[in-house]
């Protein structure tokens, strides 16, 4: 008990035990193995039917991840995964919730405190532990676990994790069109705060182009912020997916994992045609985007990441490549051009909802209206001729 009380006061760590391997086959293409590098099966059985159930290679990566710290916490209380209770996963979410997250220990030197508001931008950074999302998304992995061996008859009779029936009524039969129903979230699942999107203003991302080093982050800017696709989508753009006659390229879209065409503004073409005068053309079937420094490879979303970061520690900002695409939806959906439904077609959303978030306005971004309000001088009373003023005054008070 002593044990249990310590993980979820954030005072006792998880063993490290154990990791997640790209497995030998496709199904899974991940496996968890235990710290004798033993497959952990009740784990390969689950990542398999999700593998089998049309997920993506990258959704049954994050399934084991989330499934290895779950093993990890069994291990270390020493409980049978087809015997926990409740009770494991109160430790679980109370352990999640205290405990530092390992990968905020990759920001780099200078940068803000963790979950300060940076002032320039508006944004908060992370904070040091476990998002709520991240907590909520553990107990799901847990739960569809569970879910899928009920269902072949081992493991618990009832599901470790709790669950709303109010949740689940009124989520049966909602139509996409309709509002989000407000229920009651089930025992142990955390508060998440619904955040507009996060965009780049305009009196701020002059100061972030120019902070590009070359063609090459440059053109990609271009791309981003006008065409609206993810950051791994565009770094996978070949050299066969760009339609310069069209204006447009074609990308391999999160949701569908189709090639989908993206459309971009004549100034990013602009900007390719610069880069590669200057890089030279890759190879057919080679990916477009390729680093600088020695051997001619793919340019990989962490060294993308890493420019933006070395634009923010100038600017003093906290940009993300995400933010990127917010600005990109927020520019068409605010332009007065373009419909929601076209701005939805384009930005690939599954939801008309989603894109109506970015329609709203910003206080950074209309800091000069709130100066002229907050300048303006007092209003003067007047009144119509041909009264007294003592009758005035009488009447309303001198």
């Given at each position: 008990m002593e044990l249990r009380h310590e993980l979820m006061e954030g005072r006792a760590e998880l063993p490290r035990v154990g990791a997640v391997f790209p497995a030998r086959?496709?199904?899974?293409?991940?496996?968890?193995?235990?710290?004798?590098?033993?497959?952990?099966?009740?784990?390969?059985?689950?990542?398999?039917?999700?593998?089998?159930?049309?997920?993506?290679?990258?959704?049954?990566?994050?399934?084991?991840?989330?499934?290895?710290?779950?093993?990890?916490?069994?291990?270390?209380?020493?409980?049978?995964?087809?015997?926990?209770?409740?009770?494991?996963v109160a430790v679980l979410a109370g352990w999640l919730r205290t405990a530092a997250n390992p990968q905020r220990r990759r920001s780099v030197a200078g940068g803000g405190a963790a979950g300060a508001?940076?002032?320039?931008?508006?944004?908060?950074?992370?904070r040091a532990g476990y998002a709520p999302r991240t907590i909520n998304h553990s107990l799901s992995v847990v739960s569809g676990f569970y879910?899928?061996?009920?269902?072949?008859?081992a493991g618990p009779v009832v599901n470790p994790v709790p669950v709303s029936p109010q949740r689940r009524r009124a989520l049966a039969h909602r139509s996409p069109l309709e509002p989000y129903p407000v229920v009651g979230r089930a025992r142990l699942r955390q508060k998440v705060a619904d955040r507009p999107p996060r965009s780049v203003p305009d009196r701020l991302w002059d100061?972030?182009?120019?902070?590009?080093?070359?063609?090459?982050?440059?053109?990609?800017?271009?791309?981003?912020?006008?065409?609206?696709?993810?950051?791994?989508?565009?770094?996978?753009?070949?050299?066969?997916?760009?339609?310069?006659?069209?204006?447009?390229?074609?990308?391999?879209?999160?949701?569908?994992?189709?090639?989908?065409?993206?459309?971009?503004?004549?100034?990013?073409?602009?900007?390719?045609?610069?880069?590669?005068?200057?890089?030279?053309?890759?190879?057919?079937?080679?990916?477009?985007?390729?680093?600088?420094r020695g051997a001619s490879r793919p340019l990989s979303y962490w060294a993308m990441r890493r420019v933006m970061q070395r634009a923010n520690e100038v600017l003093g900002t906290n940009w993300t490549l995400?933010?990127?695409?917010?600005?990109a939806a927020s520019r068409m959906a605010?332009?007065?051009?373009?419909?929601?439904?076209?701005?939805?077609a384009i930005m690939r959303h599954a939801n008309i909802q989603t894109t109506s978030r970015y329609l709203t306005a910003r206080v950074e971004e209309i800091f000069d209206k709130l100066t002229e309000h907050y300048t303006?001088?007092?209003?003067?009373?007047?009144?119509?001729?041909?009264?007294a003023a003592e009758d005035i005054k009488a009447v309303f008070g001198g």
């Open positions: 086959g496709v199904h899974p293409p991940y496996v968890v193995v235990n710290a004798y590098d033993d497959e952990v099966e009740p784990v390969t059985t689950y990542l398999r039917d999700l593998a089998l159930n049309d997920c993506s290679d990258l959704t049954v990566r994050s399934y084991g991840y989330g499934l290895l710290r779950w093993f990890r916490l069994l291990w270390l209380l020493g409980v049978p995964w087809e015997k926990a209770t409740e009770a494991e508001v940076n002032l320039r931008t508006g944004k908060q950074s992370l879910e899928f061996h009920a269902h072949q008859g100061e972030l182009f120019e902070q590009m080093g070359c063609e090459r982050d440059r053109a990609l800017l271009e791309f981003y912020v006008s065409s609206g696709a993810r950051a791994v989508e565009l770094l996978g753009v070949g050299v066969d997916d760009v339609d310069w006659a069209g204006q447009r390229v074609y990308v391999i879209s999160k949701g569908t994992r189709e090639r989908e065409a993206v459309p971009a503004s004549p100034q990013a073409f602009v900007r390719l045609a610069h880069y590669l005068d200057e890089a030279g053309t890759p190879p057919r079937g080679e990916p477009l985007w390729r680093t600088r995400h933010d990127l695409r917010h600005t605010n332009g007065g051009t373009l419909t929601p439904v076209e701005v939805q303006a001088p007092k209003p003067q009373t007047t009144y119509p001729t041909g009264y």
